[in-house]
């Protein structure tokens, strides 16, 4: 007797090669995607809040810097977990890049605020093993 094998995909009957796996291209498509997806979604759900964030940083700073309070930041979803790197500059403030756009997180009159800046090129120069014991 014969085995009949179905595409797992749309449950087709498979007809051809004994070793063939799906009926078409298009469930061999599917099926690679879902297969990707499920082992990639920390990957793509970190890199879209990581674009959330430097769209949130873009809109809130369109020349370039301000200070914005953070309830701002939090009300429009910006999740401060998320960041592509960390700069310290000289002066010891501590900013937390998102690509292209940061925030340095300050308390102006007892209110949290954050300065958002863009990159600048001399921001490249974190060195994270400076400060190891």
């Known amino acids: 007797m014969m085995e009949t094998k179905k595409c797992p995909v749309c449950s087709t009957l498979l007809v051809g090669r004994s070793d063939k796996k799906y009926c078409s291209d298009q469930c061999r498509a599917i099926a690679n995607n879902q297969f990707k997806y499920k082992t990639q ?7 879209k809040r990581l674009r959330r964030n430097r769209t949130i940083l873009k809109t809130l700073s369109p020349v370039g ?3 914005v309070r953070k309830t701002i930041l ?3 979803g910006y999740d401060f977990s998320a960041f592509t790197s960390l700069y310290l500059s000289p002066a010891g403030n501590l ?3 998102c690509y292209d756009y940061g925030f340095s997180p300050i308390v102006q009159r007892g209110i949290e605020r954050a300065l958002i800046i863009t990159r600048q090129k001399y921001v490249g120069d ?8």
């Open 126 to 133: 974190w060195q994270p093993w400076q400060f190891a014991k």
């Open 74 to 76: 939090e009300s429009m």
């Open 41 to 47: 979604k920390l990957i793509i759900d970190t890199n």
């Open 95 to 97: 900013y937390y890049l």
């Open 65 to 67: 810097k301000a200070t």
